[in-house]
């Protein structure tokens, strides 16, 4: 299941799962850009969501309520989420291939055949 590599590829689950949340968000403040009444009360309700953080809805809204700055902040994060979400797959990817992901139980044997040249000549 989803928990399951946690116990032997920490690095790589923490990083999909950090892509998977930057990916909602990004997801969400490209919702709120129209700037209709749907996108404003779903602003508005997912930032009182935020509101048991101290400062962080006056950080992000700009103040108390959802306003122009609020749109023009999540704009920008809207923007620059997508290239921090890349930089994140990559990181994935690198864990990915330092701690190999197709050995579930981490039995480490000679017998093996390798992808390249091997099985990829083979057709």
Do not use: E
Not at 1 to 11: D, E, I, K
Not at 32 to 44: D, E, K, R, Y
Not at 64 to 91: G, M, W
Not at 107 to 122: E, G, N, Q, R, V
Request: glycine share 8%.
């Amino acid at each position: 299941g989803l928990n399951y590599s946690y116990s032997y590829l920490p690095l790589s689950w923490i990083t999909g799962l950090m892509i998977f949340l930057i990916s909602i968000v990004t997801a969400f403040m490209g919702y709120v850009l129209p700037w209709g009444q749907m996108s404003f009360w779903g602003a508005t309700v997912i930032t009182n969501l935020l509101y048991f953080i101290p400062g962080l809805v006056s950080w992000i809204c700009g103040g108390y309520n959802i306003s122009d700055p609020t749109l023009k902040r999540f704009f920008v994060l809207h923007f620059i989420f997508p290239f921090i979400a890349l930089c994140i797959v990559f990181i994935h990817i690198f864990f990915l291939h330092l701690q190999g992901s197709s050995n579930p139980l981490g039995y480490d044997t000679a017998l093996k055949i390798p992808f390249y040249p091997s099985l990829l000549c083979l057709d």
